[in-house]
C-alpha cells in the first residue's frame, strides 16, 4: 500500500470505529468499518495469508475458512488455514479439507491474518500464539457481540452466516469461485441457518444459495445428506442421554439439559457430536429459552443458548457471563461446577423472563 493510501485508510478507519462503536453501543445493526475494496487491495498486495477460525468450530468456520482460502490460493498465494481442532471427522467431506490443520508449534510470520466467524479474538485459541506478526489482522464476522477488533473489520449481524459475507465479498470483487468454493460457502450458509429456517435467512440467502448452486453444479441432496443424515451413533446415544436429563422451568419457557464429564467419557462422544442436540430443546412449543451445560475438564461449563423471541436475547444473557453471540444464539464458558452454573444461569433467565412478563 503506498504512503497516500495508508494515509487516508487509516483516517477512514478512525471514523469509522467510532460509527462502529456507536452503532454497536446504541444496538445498531450495520457495522462495517472496512469496505470490500479495501479488504480486496490488501489481498491483492499481500503474498502470506493465515486464515484462521474459533475453537470448537462449526459448519460456518469452516466453510468460510476453506472458500476464502481456496480463493486466495486461485490467485497464486501462499495460504495457511489453521484453527485450534484441525478439521473434524463430520466436516472431512468438504472439498480441500485437508488444508484445514491445527496450527504449528513454532510461531509463522505472515502478512496478513483473517479471522472469520469469532467473535472475540480469544475465542481463536491457541491458534493465536501461531501467528508470530502479522502486518494486518482482518475480522469477518457476523456476531453482534463482535467488539471490532483488528485493522480491517466487516462485522454484519443481518448476515445469517459468516459464509454470506465471504460470498459477497468473492462477487464484488471478481475473485475466483468454483466448485469448491461454491460448495464450502454452501455449507457455511446452510448449517449457520439451520438449514435456511432461521430468522436471518432471507430472500439474499436463498439468491446466493441458488447461484452457489448453479455455479458450482452443487448435489444439495448429496451435501445435505453428509451434512443432515451421516451421523455416528453415540450421537444418538448422546441425545437419549441428555433427554434424561431435561428439565422445564418458569411455566415451561425454559428448557434445558447438562452433559456430565463422566456421561461424555461413558459414551465416548466427542465435542462435535452434540452440535445441533440444543435444537430439540428449541423446538418444544412453548419453549422460549433453550440452555444446554457441559462439564468442560478445565473447571468450567460450556453454556450453549438459544432463544425464540427477539425480546429475549441470550446474547446479552451470555455477555454477563463473559461469552457472546448473536441475538438468538450464544454461548458462553462459566467457571464452576455444573450445579454452580446451571444455577446461576438460570436465575439470569428467570430475571429476563419476569422482565419481560
Ligand atoms: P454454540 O451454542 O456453541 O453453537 O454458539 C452459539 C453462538 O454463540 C455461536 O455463534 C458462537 O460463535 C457464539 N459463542 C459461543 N460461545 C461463545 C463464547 N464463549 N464467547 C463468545 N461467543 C460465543
Ligand atoms: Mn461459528
Ligand atoms: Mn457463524
Redesign the pocket.
Known amino acids: 500500500m503506498n504512503a497516500v493510501a495508508t494515509a487516508l485508510w487509516a483516517v477512514y478507519r478512525s471514523e469509522s470505529f467510532r460509527f462502529f462503536r456507536t452503532a454497536h453501543q446504541g444496538g445498531g445493526y450495520k457495522m462495517t468499518a472496512s469496505t470490500f475494496d479495501e479488504i480486496r487491495q490488501v489481498l491483492r498486495e499481500h503474498q502470506r495469508f493465515a486464515i484462521l477460525g474459533?475453537v470448537?468450530p462449526?459448519g460456518?468456520?469452516l466453510g468460510s475458512q476453506l472458500a476464502l482460502a481456496l480463493s486466495l490460493q486461485q490467485l497464486g498465494k501462499d495460504v495457511r488455514v489453521w484453527n485450534e481442532d484441525g478439521i473434524l471427522e463430520k466436516y472431512s467431506f468438504l472439498p480441500r479439507s485437508e488444508l484445514l490443520t491445527k496450527p504449528p508449534a513454532t510461531a509463522e510470520d505472515v502478512d496478513v491474518a483473517i479471522a472469520l466467524?469469532?467473535?472475540?479474538q480469544?475465542?481463536l485459541g491457541t491458534v493465536l500464539a501461531a501467528i508470530r506478526s502479522a502486518k494486518i489482522w482482518i475480522n469477518i464476522d457476523h456476531?453482534l457481540?463482535n467488539p471490532g477488533y483488528g485493522d480491517m473489520v466487516i462485522v454484519d449481524p443481518s448476515a445469517p452466516a459468516t459464509g454470506e459475507i465471504i460470498f459477497r465479498l468473492i462477487k464484488s470483487q471478481g475473485l475466483p469461485l468454483n466448485h469448491d468454493i461454491a460448495e464450502n460457502l454452501y455449507v457455511a450458509i446452510s448449517t449457520?441457518t439451520g438449514s435456511f429456517q432461521y430468522p436471518k435467512t432471507s430472500a439474499r440467502t436463498f439468491e446466493i444459495a441458488a447461484e452457489l448452486v448453479r455455479v458450482g453444479s452443487l448435489d444439495v441432496g448429496k451435501i445435505s445428506q453428509q451434512l443432515y443424515e451421516s451421523h455416528p451413533r453415540r450421537r444418538l446415544e448422546l441425545l437419549r442421554e441428555l433427554l434424561r436429563t431435561m428439565r422445564f422451568e418458569f411455566g415451561g419457557r425454559a428448557a434445558s439439559f447438562s452433559l456430565t464429564l463422566k456421561t461424555a467419557a461413558d459414551l465416548a462422544v466427542l465435542p462435535e457430536d452434540n452440535?445441533?442436540l440444543?435444537d430439540h430443546l428449541r423446538a418444544i412449543r412453548g419453549v422460549v429459552v433453550a440452555v444446554?451445560f457441559e462439564e468442560l475438564a478445565d473447571g468450567k461449563v460450556?453454556?450453549?443458548?438459544?432463544s425464540k423471541d427477539e425480546a429475549v436475547d441470550v446474547?446479552a444473557i451470555?455477555?454477563k457471563f463473559?461469552?457472546?453471540?448473536?441475538t438468538l444464539?450464544?454461548?458462553?464458558?462459566v467457571r464452576g461446577s455444573l450445579a454452580e452454573v446451571e444455577g446461576k444461569v438460570l436465575e439470569e433467565i428467570r430475571g429476563v423472563l419476569e422482565r419481560k412478563s
Open positions: 474459533h470448537r462449526d460456518d468456520a466467524d469469532t467473535a472475540i480469544s475465542r456476531h457481540s449457520d452440535e445441533g440444543i444446554f460450556r453454556v450453549s443458548m438459544r446474547c451470555c455477555q463473559g461469552g457472546g453471540g448473536h444464539a450464544a454461548g458462553a464458558r
